[in-house]
């Protein structure tokens, strides 16, 4: 059985940083794509990174220079690190398990998979 369980979330001032992490079990994630989305309030769910399996990352516009995608092989983690954090970043990030990475994230977005998510707030 596929388990994502996201941590790292908290409560931050604009400019800072957090580092999410997404810990899998039921499949190796060097053998399959993880990508990360996340929802806000009165906003649609927006596709934010993704690491395919041969290593390849796509990051969406919005985060595209400050986010960064990682994995840890031997810990079975995938890694989300955001600087220079700003307000409009504020949502619950979730961990997802896609068919394939792509620019446009859909395959994220319909993900079967997913976590229940980590909060980030960014406050001015």
């Known amino acids: 059985e596929v388990q994502l369980v996201e941590s790292g979330g908290g409560l931050v001032q604009a400019g800072e940083s957090l580092r999410l992490s997404c810990l899998a079990s039921?499949?190796?994630?060097?053998?399959?794509?993880v990508g990360w989305f996340r929802e806000a309030p009165g906003k649609q769910r927006e596709g934010v990174s993704c690491?395919?399996?041969?290593?390849?990352?796509y990051y969406g516009n919005s985060v595209k220079d400050r986010f960064t995608i990682s994995r840890d092989k031997a810990k079975n983690t995938v890694y989300l690190q955001m600087n220079n954090l700003k307000p409009e970043d504020t949502a619950i990030y979730h961990c997802?398990?896609?068919?394939?990475?792509?620019?446009?994230?859909?395959?994220?977005?319909?993900?079967?998979?997913w976590g229940q998510g980590t909060q980030v707030t960014v406050s001015s």
């Open positions: 997802a398990q896609p068919k394939f990475c792509a620019s446009s994230f859909y395959y994220v977005l319909a993900a079967r998979s």
């Open positions: 039921g499949f190796t994630i060097d053998q399959y794509a």
């Open positions: 690491i395919a399996n041969n290593g390849t990352t």
